[in-house]
C-alpha cells in the first residue's frame, strides 16, 4: 500500500514468522540452551547459497537451517562448529574466563567461495567455507543421531592472530582479501596469493584469469601461521604469494572496516574503517597510503550537552552508487522535507512519518496505548506524557540519595580505567563488587521470564568498558611489530573521484558520504530512537548501531542496535547521480507487533540477510552457474527482483523473520506480496 503522506512506494516488507526464544528452549531446559554473549558486534549471519543460518554462542558457531516459508528455527542445531585457537594461553578483554568468544561473524564470498569468518576477542581469526558445511550436513544420512561438534572433515582453511581483540571483518570477492581491526589500532589486511602482480595503482598484471577458481582448501599448519610475507612500501608488491600488509593510522580501537567490493575495484585497492572517536579513514591499500580521514567527532551539530559527543564510529559501508533507487523530487528522495543546513540534508524528520511504529516502547501505562511515530501526540498521547513524567519525579526524589552514591564510585571507576589506559593495571579488570561477568549476569536477566527479576538483574549489569582501555602496550609480548607503517594524508590528494560512496553509523547517528573525499551529504540523528519504560531501561546500554549491513540488488542498507531496532534504509539518486542520498523506510519490529508482544523483552543478538530458499545465488565454484546468469534463473519470469529473508536473533533465542523485496519494476507494475504472520 503507497504510503499518502510520503507519496512513495517504500520497499516491500512482509513479516514471516516469531518463534519465542521459550518454545525453542523451554525454561526447563534453560541450563543446557547455547549461552549467548553480549557488548559484541553483529553474531549471525546467513549463507547466499545455502539454507544455512549460522549464530554464535560464546566461542561455537551453531549451523541451522530455517524452514521455507515461515523460516523459523528448531531447537536442534544441523551442526555446531568450534573454531580452534591458534595457540595456547591466549587472553580475552570482555571477558577473561571466555577468551576465545566470538565478537564478530560474517558471511562473504574469497574468490569463487563463499566463506563463514569469525573474530575473537583473543584475537584469533578462523574461516571456513560454505560448501564444505553444506556438504557435511548433505552427506549424513540420518539426523537422528546427537549434533556432531566440529566433524573431522569441516576444517578451517584459514587462521591467524592479530595481537588483541579483533572486531572489523571484511571481504574482497575478487582480491581474495580479508581484512581484520584489532584492539592494537591497527588494521591488519591478509591478500591470498593469485599468481599475478597488482600495480601501484591497484590494476592487475600478467596472470591467468580463473586464478580466483582455486578452492580454499589447506592443511592446518598452512591455515595458521606458515606462508605469509609482509608486504614491502618500497617495491612493487606481486601476488604470486601470501601477503600481510598492516594498516597504521587510528589513534583508538576500530569496531568497523569495509572493502569497496564492487566492478570498480576488482583488485581491492579500497578500505574504509572507522574507530570510536568518530574518524572515518579512506585506505589505498596498493599504494600504502591513507587518502582522507574525516573526524566527525569535531563536528558541532552532533554534541549532546548531557552526554558529550555522541559519535563513536560503530559501522560502516561502501556502497555502489549504481545500486541507488532513481527517485523524483525530494520527498521521494530524502523521505521527507528536509531541513538543509552547513551543507548538509538533515533527514531526521522522516522518523515520524514512518508506518508501523512508535516513539514510545509499550508498558508506560495500563490504560493507554504507546503513541505512533515520534512527535504525532494526540491528548490521551499527553496523558501518557505527564503519567510518565510524575513516575520519574518521584523515581528521582527517591534515587537522588543513591545517585549521588554512584557519583563518587563512577568518579573511582574513571580513575582506575584511566590506570588501565596508562598501562599501570590489567586492562581486563572489573570492580570487585561484580560476582559475576557480565555475560552471566545479562543471561542471568533476560532468561528469567519475571519482570522484577529482570529489572533487579540489570541494575547490577557494570557498564561497557571503553574499548580504548585495551593498550595494546599492556602486553608487548602479544603485540606484534607492525610490518607497514601507514600514516593518512590530512589533505585530499589529487583524485577526482572515488568509485563508491560511504555509509557510516555512530552510537545513534547516521552520516551519508555520497562523495568519500568531501563532507557528509546527509545525516539523520536518532533514528532507532524509542523511549524505553522504566523497567526496560536497562537496554539502553546496548545503544549503538552497530550492526549495519547492505543488499545491493534492492538498493538498501539495513542498520541495528542491540537495543532491539531495526532500520531499514532506501539508498536514492536524482536523475544523472547529482544527489545521491538515504530514505529511511521502515522501522523493525513494526508496533502492531509490540502490541501484540512479540518483541522480545531481551538484547538484540545479530541481524542476517539472504536470499529466500530458491532464490539463493548460484556457487560457480560448485555447480557451474553464475549470480550474474540471469538466463537461468526462472524465477525472474514472474518477479522483478530476488526476494530476502531478514532474520532478527535476541539474546533469549527468539527470532522474528520479514520478507523482502521491491513489490514494482521501473515501469510501476505491481506484485502481489503475501503479508502473514506465523506466531510460533
Known sequence: ?????????????????????QIRFPPKDHSTSPQPVVWRNNLTALSQYYNLYFVAYGDKIYVFMPDFPSQSLSAREELILQPPTTQPGLIGYLDPGKPHAINHLIVADLGNEEIVICACDDGDIVAYTTRSIQNNIESRVSRTVPTPICPSDIRPFFMRNVGLSAWGLAVHKEGRMIAVSANTKNITVFAFALGRSVSPDGLEGSGSEDDTDTPLETTDEEASDEGWTSGNVNTQDDRSSNLEIVLVGHKTNIPSIAFCNTADDESGRYLVSTDINGEVLIWDIWKRIGLFRHSL???????????????????????????????????????????????????????????DTSGWRLGFSMNYPAPRGLGAYDDDDEEILADYQEEEEDDDEDEEDEQEDDEEEEAGDTEDQDEDYSGSTSPVSRSDDSEASVNAVVSQAYGNPSIAAVTEQAERLPALPSLSHADHHERPDRARKPLVQTIPC??????????????????????????????????????????????????????????VTQIPELGIVIAASPVGRVALFTMTRTKGAKLCASRLDWIL??????????????????????????????????????????????????????????????????????ELGRSENRHGVKNNVRNELLVF
Open 589 to 658: 519490529p513494526f508496533y502492531s507487533q509490540e502490541k501484540q508482544g512479540l518483541r522480545p523483552r531481551a538484547p538484540l543478538l545479530g541481524i542476517a540477510v539472504g536470499p529466500i530458499q530458491g532464490r539463493q545465488f548460484r556457487n560457480k565454484g560448485v555447480d557451474g552457474g553464475s549470480s550474474d546468469d540471469v538466463g537461468r534463473e526462472s524465477w525472474r519470469t514472474v518477479e522483478f527482483s530476488r526476494r530476502y529473508r531478514l532474520m532478527l536473533t535476541y539474546c533469549d533465542h527468539s527470532v522474528l523473520s520479514y
Open 1 to 21: 500500500m503507497e504510503n499518502e503522506e510520503r507519496g512513495f512506494q517504500e520497499l516491500s516488507v512482509s513479516q514471516c514468522s516469531f518463534l519465542s526464544g
Open 297 to 355: 567527532s569535531s563536528t558541532p551539530e552532533v554534541w549532546n550537552n548531557v552526554t558529550g559527543p555522541r559519535t563513536c564510529g560503530w559501522g560502516v559501508l561502501c556502497l555502489d552508487p549504481r545500486s541507488f533507487r532513481l527517485t523524483k523530487g525530494r520527498m521521494e528522495t530524502f523521505g521527507c522535507h528536509p531541513d538543509f543546513t552547513r551543507g548538509k540534508w538533515d533527514i531526521s524528520e522522516s522518523r515520524g512519518l514512518i508506518k
Open 490 to 547: 590530512t589533505s585530499p590528494p589529487s583524485i577526482q573521484r572515488l568509485p563508491f560512496s560511504i555509509f557510516h553509523t555512530s552510537e545513534t547517528e547516521i552520516y551519508f558520504f555520497q562523495d568519500p573525499l568531501a563532507k557528509a551529504t546527509v545525516t539523520m540523528m536518532d533514528p532507532l530512537n524509542q523511549k524505553l519504560p522504566p523497567n526496560m531501561g536497562w537496554l539502553s546500554r546496548f545503544d549503538r548501531m552497530n550492526m
